[in-house]
C-alpha cells in the first residue's frame, strides 16, 4: 500500500539523503526543501521508521498553502473538523502500543501556542477527547508551517526521549552519524576506524549497519572509553582503545579501509588546539589507510581541515556538503 510521508533531516543533507531514500525504498520524491522531503513510498509506517538518516518522519495527513501561521492554524483547525474520524482511523492504524497522542503546531521550526479552547475542540472532533496525552503521548499530530508559505500536518513516527536526557554536550546525534556512515558505502570485510569516538554514535551506526569485520574505536578520554566498553563490550569486531588520533600505535600501515569521525571542532573541547591537532590527524590518517581508502569526516573548522588534507600532499577531497548541525555551520567531507 502506497504511502506519502514527509521526514525532516539536517540542514543542508537533501541531496544524501534523497539519494538514501531512493536507494533504501525506491521512493518517488514529490518535493525536496531544505530540512524537509516530502515522498511517496510503497512502504508501511513501520518500515518508515527505520530510515535512521532524518530526525522525524510524518504520515502525511494534509498540505496546506498559506500566507502566515495564523491562516495555516485556521486551515488545520478547518482540516481537523471536517477529518476528525480520519484521522482517529490512522492513528489507530499507526500505533504500535497503548494509543495515546497529542497536537502540537509549529512556526517554521518552533513551538506554538494554541489557545487551550481551540486545542480542545480538535481533540473532541478527533476522538472526543479519548486518550489525550499532551505530555508523552504515543503519537504525536504534528502541523509545521514553514517560511516558504505552505503548511504539513501528519503523524509523527518517531518517538524520541527528550535531548537532555540522552545526550551529552557535543555529542554526535544518532541521525547524523547514520549519514556519516552511510556516506562512507561500507562492506562486510572492510576494517574501519573512528579516532574520536566519543560516546560511540559512528560506532552505534555501523553496528546497526552491521557491514564491516572490524571497527576501531578510540579516543583520548578515560571515562569516554569506559563507556564505550559498556556499551560495546559484547561485539567482538569493535575494539576499544584509550588512543591519541595523532599516534595511532595500534595500527599498522596501510591497515584501516574506512575512517569515519567527527574530531573536536574547537567549542565544547576548548582546550585542544585544532590548528595543531588536525595537520597531525591527517598525516596518521594517510599512514594507516590503505589504498583505495576514503574518509569521511565531520567538522566546522573547514578552513583547518582543507589545510591539513593539503599538506600532506596526498589527499583529494572528492566532496563537501555544507551542513547545520545543532545550530552551528558544519561540513561533511569525503576525503580519498
Known amino acids: 500500500m502506497k504511502g506519502i510521508y514527509f521526514s525532516t533531516y539536517i540542514a543542508g543533507g537533501g ?13 518517488g520524491v514529490l518535493k525536496l526543501l531544505d530540512g524537509l522531503i516530502v515522498y511517496e513510498a510503497q512502504k508501511t509506517p513501520d ?16 498540505v496546506l498553502n498559506c500566507r502566515n501561521f495564523d491562516e495555516f492554524v485556521r486551515k488545520v483547525t478547518g482540516y481537523l473538523r471536517s477529518n476528525g474520524k480520519q484521522v482517529w482511523d490512522e492513528l489507530r492504524h499507526i500505533s504500535r502500543s497503548k494509543l495515546t497522542y497529542r497536537i502540537m503546531l509549529y512556526d517554521r521550526n518552533h ?13 473532541k472532533w478527533i476522538s472526543n477527547r479519548e486518550l489525550v496525552d499532551r505530555t508523552s ?13 505552505i503548511g504539513y500536518l501528519g503523524l509523527k513516527l518517531n518517538k524520541h526521549p527528550e535531548s537532555k536526557e540522552i545526550f551529552h554536550a557535543g555529542e554526535l546525534r ?3 552519524a547514520e549519514i556519516l556512515v552511510r556516506l562512507a558505502d561500507l562492506t562486510d570485510d572492510e576494517i574501519i576506524l573512528d579516532a574520536f569516538a566519543g560516546y560511540g554514535a559512528i560506532a552505534a551506526a555501523a553496528q546497526g549497519r552491521g557491514k564491516f569485520r572490524q571497527m576501531w574505536s578510540m579516543d ?15 561485539d567482538k569486531r569493535i ?28 567549542n565544547f573541547d576548548r582546550g585542544i588546539n585544532i590548528s595543531r591537532l588536525y595537520p597531525g590527524m591527517m598525516k596518521e590518517f594517510v599512514r594507516v589507510l590503505a589504498d583505495g581508502g576514503k574518509m569521511v569526516i565531520l567538522t566546522a573548522a573547514r578552513d583547518v581541515l582543507e589545510g591539513a588534507a593539503a599538506t600532506t600532499g596526498q589527499l583529494e577531497i572528492e566532496m563537501r556538503r555544507d551542513v547545520l548541525i545543532s545550530g552551528r ?4 567531507y569525503l576525503v580519498k
Do not use: C
Not at 15 to 27: I, S
Open 137 to 149: 503521548p504515543e503519537v504525536e499530530i504534528s502541523g509545521f508551517y514553514r517560511s516558504e508559505g
Open 174 to 176: 544518532p541521525e547524523v
Open 329 to 332: 555551520k558544519a561540513s561533511i
Open 111 to 123: 513551538p506554538a501556542h494554541v489557545e487551550k479552547q481551540l486545542l480542545t475542540a480538535m481533540e
Open 15 to 27: 541531496e544524501l539523503v534523497e539519494k538514501f531514500l531512493r536507494q533504501d525504498t525506491g521512493a
Open 47 to 62: 518500515e518508515i521508521r527505520q530510515l535512521k538518516y532524518f530526525n522525524n518522519s510524518y504520515k502525511k495527513l494534509a
Open 239 to 266: 575494539i576499544i582503545r584509550q588512543s591519541d588520533a595523532t599516534n595511532l600505535t595500534d595500527l599498522e600501515k596501510g591497515t584501516v579501509d574506512k575512517i569515519i569521525t567527527d574530531p573536536p571542532w574547537g
Open 220 to 234: 583520548t578520554d578515560p571515562e569516554k572509553i569506559r563507556l564505550l566498553r559498556k556499551r560495546f563490550g559484547k
